[in-house]
């Protein structure tokens, strides 16, 4: 540490001599890692819940209220002022499972191992396999034939933990056997939804928002309606068998598409999975990229 303070002062001695540059002391190196590591976590927590979309939309206000400072437009500065304190508080109030459970996980988190922990074997593996695709695309239409009602909620990056928390932890390899089993009439764990996280059923009996958007039809029911609540409030992909009709239907980002055949949604189920893996191998290579061009820099040194 020493020798690189000091390799940093005779740099500025000697380069940098016509900059007013603050000095920077140990502690100050040892605030900006503390810093930057609580900052990377923030924004991980951020990305893994609802969180992330509200940021955005705040993101959004923010440039609006930039642009009437630099024109003086009084009026909207003072109303953001006022509403300043009242959106802090709203905040805490809307966001109080997801802050009550970054907490808990911080006092759960082991942060020797995070840190030193550089486990990079599940790059481009896939969020849920193939196998998961077809499993899920035959119980649906299984169970479709003779109407049995379902309602599966297929996780994305929001994690669903805060409504994983409502039903009964399951944590099975996923199968259609399972599934058909579960939603089985009068049993048990057939009323509510299950939650799938990757290749596993993760909970059953899960209670989820209902949706209060009005254009949705009269004559849906309460499962069409929660598909619908739950991709409204994250990026979750949700299928509906309906007890009435047989028929399945999926909700996406607050669509429902009705009475869909097994051809769409094996396709919608592909591009989550592929759309995922895509995502990691572009990352992975971007990784090998930038350690390639190291190693050229360093070799020609």
Not at 110 to 116: P, R
Not at 129 to 137: A, D, H, K
Not at 156 to 162: M, R
Request: hydrophobic fraction near 45%; proline fraction near 1%.
């Amino acid at each position: 540490m020493q020798n690189m303070m000091g390799v940093l002062g005779a740099f500025k001695e000697k380069y940098l001599v016509w900059m007013n540059l603050p000095s920077i002391t140990q502690t100050d190196i040892i605030e900006i890692i503390i810093i930057a590591f609580l900052l990377y976590h923030v924004m991980l927590w951020f990305k893994s819940t609802r969180a992330w979309t509200l940021f955005k939309g705040l993101v959004v206000i923010l440039v609006f209220v930039l642009i009437a400072a630099l024109f003086q437009m009084n009026t909207i500065l003072w109303i953001a002022g006022r509403a300043l304190n009242v959106g802090l508080m709203a905040l805490v109030v809307v966001f109080q499972p997801e802050l009550r459970k970054a907490l808990e996980d911080l006092g759960r988190k082991n942060f020797v191992a995070s840190i030193f922990s550089f486990d990079f074997s599940k790059d481009g593996e896939e969020k849920f396999s193939e196998r998961t695709v077809n499993e899920l695309v035959k119980a649906c239409y299984e169970m479709g034939k003779v109407k049995t009602g379902a309602l599966i909620v297929i996780e994305n990056e929001i994690l669903l933990t805060e409504y994983e928390r409502t039903g009964i932890t399951l944590d099975s390899q996923l199968s259609s056997q399972l599934l058909i089993n579960i939603f089985e009439k009068n049993t048990p764990l057939h009323d509510g939804a299950i939650i799938v996280r990757g290749d596993r059923v993760l909970a059953a009996t899960c209670y989820l928002p209902l949706s209060d958007n009005m254009e949705l039809s009269k004559e849906l029911g309460t499962r069409h309606r929660a598909a619908v609540g739950i991709s409204e409030v994250s990026d979750s992909l949700t299928i509906v068998v309906s007890e009435e009709t047989g028929k399945v239907s999926i909700a996406v980002r607050g669509v429902l598409y009705r009475n869909v055949d097994a051809d769409f949604l094996r396709s919608k189920l592909d591009f989550m999975r592929k759309n995922d893996v895509e995502t990691r191998r572009l990352d992975l290579l971007k990784r090998r990229l930038k350690n390639a061009k190291k190693v050229r820099q360093h070799d020609n040194k």
